[in-house]
C-alpha cells in the first residue's frame, strides 16, 4: 500500500489537489469580499450602531397567571406597581445617584449595587420597588437631576382575602443568586414565587417573557422598534380549594394553634387545607420590610409553617382505626376477640396504662374503638408484631411525604426494625411495639397523611397523592386537568371497613362515645378521638386541664369521616396543646362538617 | 515506528510550521484581548490556559513528525475499531452537559473524543482511500466505502452532535471526490440527497430544526441566534480599515458578543484590527492551506497525498464556517476558528494534523516498496 505512484497517475491525482485548492480560493474569496462589504463598503453604518451601542434588546415581561377558587373566585390577581429602575450603561455614578435618591425614597445601598453587578451591560436593574404617587411626581419632576434612572410599571400580586390561604398560595419574593444560575430567563430583581402554589406551580404562573429589538439614541432613549416578540401570559392555577370552605374554617379554629384538612377519598383532591395561625400575604407586597420579616420568622408559633404538611406528632389513637384494619385483616382477631382491660397491662414487669386508669373490663373491638380502650391494641401490637404493622403503615402512606403539591412537606416518621438498628443500632423491643400500637413513641405523622392513609381505607384501596389544584387554565380558556395520581393500590376488605366504620359511628354517637364532641345533626359521621402527649403529665396529674401550662398541654387530633354509610369525605384537624382529642379537635371537625352540608358538599338523606 | 535519519531533517518544513505558530499567536492576543473585561478591568485567565494548550500542541506536533505517518496509516484499522469503542463509551458513561453527551472525564480533564477522533479518521480514510492506479469510483464502490462511514456518524449523531457528525462525512466526501466520480453518480447522488433531505429533517432536534430557519429566515429568531449575529456584525462592520486598536474593540469586551474567546472570536480580531487585521488572517490560512496542498503534491505516496488533503480540507471547512458565521452569511453552529478560537480539544487535534502532514514532508523522499 506505500507503494509510490507512477508518473503519469501522479500528474492526475496532482491536478484534482490544484482543483481542490482552487475551490478553496473561490469560497475563501467570498469571505474577503463579505469582509470588505461589512468593514469598508457599510462602515459609517456599523459604527455609528457601535458607538452609542444602538441595537439594544428589551424584554417585556410576561402578566403573572391567576389563582382561582374551585369555583372560579379569583383570589390572587395582578396589580400595577411602579418601580424605579436604573439602565447600567447610562448611569455614570451610581453612588451619587443613590445619595440623591435615598433622600426620596429607602434605597438598600448594598442590594442596588449587587443587582447592578449581576445586569447585563445596558439592561436595567431595580432600585427600589412599589414608589407612591408622590415620589413618582417628583421623580418625574425633577428627572434630569437624575440621568438613567426610569419609572416602569411592573405587576405585584393582589389577594382578595391575604391570610387564611396564606400557606396554600405561598408568598413571592426576589429571585436569589441560585435562581438567577440556573438561568431560567430571570434577571436580578425578579420577583419569584417562594412557597406553596406560586413556588410549585410557578413555571405555569409566570407565562414566557417576550422582547422587543429597539434602536436607541445615545441617551438611552428608543427611537425606533426593531422587531417585537409579544409575552405571552402565564396560566392561571384553579385550585380545588373552596375559598368558603376555608374562611369558615378560619372562623372555626379563632385563636387555636393547628390546622385542617379536608380531603375529597375519591378524587384525591383537597377541600380545604388550613393552617393557624396564618400569616398576612398583603405584608410580602410589594417587598417584604426587615421589620415585618424579622416578627414573621421570630414569632414563636411559626406561623410560615404549614401544620398540614410540615409539622409532624404522634397521632395517637387515631391510629387505632389502622390498627383495628390490621388486626382483622391479618386474621389475629376477629369481631368477638375479646381483652380485658384492668386499666392497664402487664408486660415483662412493666405496666403499660390505658388512660382509663378504672379500667374497662371485657371488651370487644367495636367497644374498644368506641371507647379508645389502649390495652385492647395493645394485645392486637404484640400479636402483630412490629413489622407487620410497619409494613401496613408504610402502605398506606404514612411517615413518607404523600406527595403533596405544596412546598416543604415532612416526611415525619414511622418505625421499623431496620430503622431502629439503623438508627441508634439496637434491636426492636416488644414494649416498643406496644407503644406503637396506640400510635405513640417513635410514630410521627403530619394531619396530611393521616388523611390520604383514612381515605385510602375508606375508598378501596387507592394511595393518592393528594392536590390543591383542579387544573391549569392556559390562555385563559383551554383547561388542562391535574388528574390525582394514584401512587399505590391495596386491597382491602371491605366487610373490614364497614365494620371499622360501623364503629366509628359509636365513637361519635353511641352512650360511652369518646368523640361525642364532633356530633352533627343533619348527617350522619363517624370519627376517632387522637391525644398525643407532649410531656408526661404526671406532675400535673391531679390538675385539670386548663390549669396546666399550654406549651405542656397534650396535642389534640380529630379525624373524622363523612357520610359514614358511604364515605366521601376525610376531615382531621390537629389543634396544637389542644387538651384531649376529645376536647381540642372533635369540635372543630363538627363545625367543619355542618359547613360542608351547608355549602352542599354532602347530602342530608 | 520512528525512523528517523539526518535526510530527513533537511526535509523539515518550516514553512508549514512558521504559519501554523503565527496564526497560533494571533490566538494567543485575541484571547488575551477577550479576556479582558472592560467593566472591573481584569483579565480572566483563558489566554494563560491557552498558552499552556499551545506548548502541549506545539509538542504534538513534534511529537507527530517524528511518527512516521505509514506506520499510523498501517494501523489506522486497529485505531478506528478503537475510536468506536470510545465513542461507545461516551455513550454511556460520557459526562452530560447541556443536555448532549459529548464528554469523558479523564484524569480530572473533561475530552471531546469525537474531537480527537478525527486525526483517526482522517488515517483511516488515507488507508481506505489510496490507490496505485487511475480511479474512478463506481456506485458499489461508494456504498462499500459507506460501510465505514456508518457506524461512527451514528455514534456521534447520537451524543447528539449533528455539527461534528456532518464534518465526518464531509472528510468522507472529499475522499470519495478525490478518487475521481463520474458525472452520473454525481447526479444520481443528488436525487438521492434531495429525496433524503425531509427524511433527515424530521430527524433533527427541534433546536437543530431553530438554527436552519434562524438562518434561513433571520426575522425568525431576533432575539436569539439572530441578536448574536447582528452582534458580530456591527462588531466586524465598526472595525473598519484599521481597526479599533489592540483591547480597544468596544462592541466585544462590552459584553455584547456572546463566545467571545470561542466562537466570536473572528469578530473580535476584525473590530480590533480592521479589514487589514481580518484579511490578513484569512490569507495567512490561505497561505497554510497552499502550502498543505503543496505537500500534498510533493509526495508520490497515495496515503501520504490523501492525509494532507483531508487535512487541509477540515482546516478549509472549519474556517470557512466560522469566519462565515460571524459575519452572517451561514447559520450560527458551535465550530471554532483552527488554532484560534480557545479551546485545548480543537487545538491538539490540528496539531496532531499538522504534525503529521509535516512528517509526510519529512519522508516525501523515503523509497517505498
Known sequence: ?605 | MFQLNRKHFKYFDYILTLIVLTIATIGIFAIYSASFDLNSGKFSSFYLKQMIWLFAGILTYLLFTIINYRFLVKHSFLLYLLSLAILLLVLIKGHIGMGAQRWINIAGFRLQPSEFIKVVWILFLAKQFATNKIEYATFLDIFKKLIYLIPIFLLIFLEPDLGTALVYVYLWGIGVLYLGVKRYTVFITLIIIIIALPVGWNHLKDYQKKRVITFLNPEKDPFGAGYHVIQSKIAIGSGGLKGKGFLKGTQSHLKFLPERHTDFIFSLICEEFGFIGGATLLSLFLLLLMRIIYIAILTKEPSGKLIALLTAALIFFQTYVNAAMTMGIMPVVGIPMPFVSYGGSSLITLCSLCGIVNSIALRRYDIVS
Not at chain 1, 416498643?432 to 405523622?445: K, L, N, P, V
Not at chain 1, 390520604?452 to 397523592?465: E, I, Q
Open chain 1, 1 to 605: 500500500m506505500f507503494k509510490a505512484l507512477s508518473d503519469l497517475v501522479n500528474n492526475v491525482y496532482n491536478k484534482r489537489l490544484i482543483y481542490f485548492f482552487i475551490v478553496f480560493l473561490l469560497f475563501f474569496a467570498v469571505l474577503f469580499l463579505r469582509l470588505f462589504y461589512l468593514q469598508i463598503v457599510n462602515y459609517e453604518k456599523y459604527k455609528l450602531l457601535s458607538e452609542n451601542n444602538r441595537i439594544r434588546i428589551m424584554r417585556i415581561k410576561a402578566d403573572r397567571g391567576f389563582i382561582k377558587d374551585r369555583y372560579g373566585k379569583f383570589l390572587v390577581v395582578n396589580r400595577p406597581s411602579f418601580n424605579l429602575l436604573g439602565t447600567k450603561s447610562d448611569i455614570k455614578n451610581l453612588d451619587i445617584i443613590i445619595q440623591k435618591l435615598s433622600q426620596l425614597i429607602d434605597v438598600d445601598n448594598k442590594t442596588v449595587k449587587k443587582r447592578y453587578k449581576q445586569t447585563y451591560y445596558y439592561g436595567d436593574f431595580l432600585i427600589y420597588r412599589g414608589l407612591n404617587e408622590n415620589q413618582i411626581n417628583y421623580l418625574l419632576e425633577h428627572h434630569e437631576q437624575f440621568p438613567g434612572i426610569k419609572i416602569d410599571v411592573d405587576s405585584v400580586r393582589e389577594y382578595s382575602d391575604s391570610k387564611v390561604l396564606s400557606h396554600v398560595i405561598g408568598y413571592m419574593g426576589e429571585v436569589t443568586e441560585d435562581d438567577l444560575k440556573k438561568n431560567k430567563g430571570y434577571q436580578t430583581g425578579d420577583l419569584i414565587g417562594k412557597s406553596g402554589i406560586e413556588k410549585v406551580y410557578e413555571d405555569f404562573l409566570r407565562g414566557i417573557d417576550g422582547a422587543k429589538q429597539v434602536e436607541v439614541d445615545s441617551l438611552g432613549f428608543v427611537i425606533k422598534e426593531m422587531s417585537v416578540k409579544k409575552p405571552v401570559k402565564g396560566s392561571n392555577v384553579v385550585l380545588s380549594i373552596d375559598y368558603d370552605l376555608q374562611k369558615a374554617i378560619n372562623s372555626i379554629f379563632k385563636d387555636k394553634v393547628g390546622g385542617v384538612v379536608v380531603l375529597n377519598i375519591r378524587t384525591g383532591k383537597i377541600l380545604a387545607l388550613y393552617s393557624a395561625p396564618t400569616f398576612d400575604l398583603n405584608k410580602f407586597v410589594p417587598f417584604i420590610t426587615k421589620k415585618d420579616w424579622d416578627s414573621i420568622i421570630h414569632n414563636k408559633l411559626k406561623p410560615l409553617t404549614n401544620r398540614v404538611i410540615e409539622d409532624a406528632y404522634p397521632p395517637g389513637s387515631v391510629f387505632k382505626i389502622l390498627m383495628s384494619y390490621i388486626g382483622l385483616n391479618e386474621n389475629v382477631i376477629n369481631y368477638n376477640t375479646k381483652f380485658f382491660c384492668s386499666g392497664s397491662l402487664d408486660f415483662h414487669g412493666y405496666k403499660y396504662g390505658c388512660w382509663k386508669k378504672g379500667g374497662h373490663g371485657n371488651l370487644t373491638l367495636h367497644d374498644a374503638i368506641v371507647q379508645s380502650c389502649d390495652v385492647y391494641f395493645y394485645n392486637v401490637g404484640l400479636l402483630l408484631g412490629i413489622d407487620k404493622i410497619s409494613e401496613y403503615a408504610f402502605n398506606f402512606g404514612l411517615g413518607k411525604k404523600t406527595g403533596i403539591d405544596l412546598t416543604n412537606e415532612k416526611d415525619g416518621l414511622f418505625p421499623s426494625r431496620e430503622w431502629k438498628q439503623k438508627r441508634f443500632h439496637a434491636p426492636w423491643y416488644p414494649g416498643e411495639t406496644i407503644i406503637a400500637s396506640i400510635g405513640q413513641g417513635y410514630i410521627s405523622t403530619t394531619p396530611i397523611q393521616i388523611a390520604v392513609m383514612l381515605s385510602s381505607l375508606f375508598n378501596g384501596g387507592n394511595v393518592f397523592k393528594p392536590t390543591v389544584v383542579l387544573g391549569i387554565e392556559k390562555n385563559g380558556e383551554e383547561f388542562i386537568e391535574n388528574k390525582t395520581e394514584i401512587v399505590r393500590k391495596l386491597n382491602i376488605n371491605n366487610q373490614y371497613v364497614k365494620f371499622i366504620l360501623n364503629a366509628l359511628y359509636d365513637t361519635v354517637y353511641s352512650k360511652h362515645a369518646t368523640g361525642y364532641r364532633a356530633r352533627v345533626s343533619k348527617v350522619k359521621i363517624g370519627g376517632k378521638t387522637g391525644t398525643a402527649q407532649v410531656v408526661s403529665l404526671k406532675k400535673f396529674k391531679d390538675k385539670d386541664e386548663n390549669e396546666i401550662p399550654w406549651r405542656f398541654r397534650d396535642h389534640s387530633w380529630f379525624a373524622g369521616v363523612v357520610p359514614v354509610s358511604n364515605p366521601e369525605y376525610v376531615v382531621v384537624a390537629f389543634v396544637e396543646h389542644g387538651g384531649s382529642g376529645s376536647k381540642g379537635a372533635a369540635p372543630v371537625v363538627g363545625a367543619v362538617i355542618n359547613k360542608l352540608v351547608d355549602l352542599g358538599y354532602v347530602s342530608t338523606k
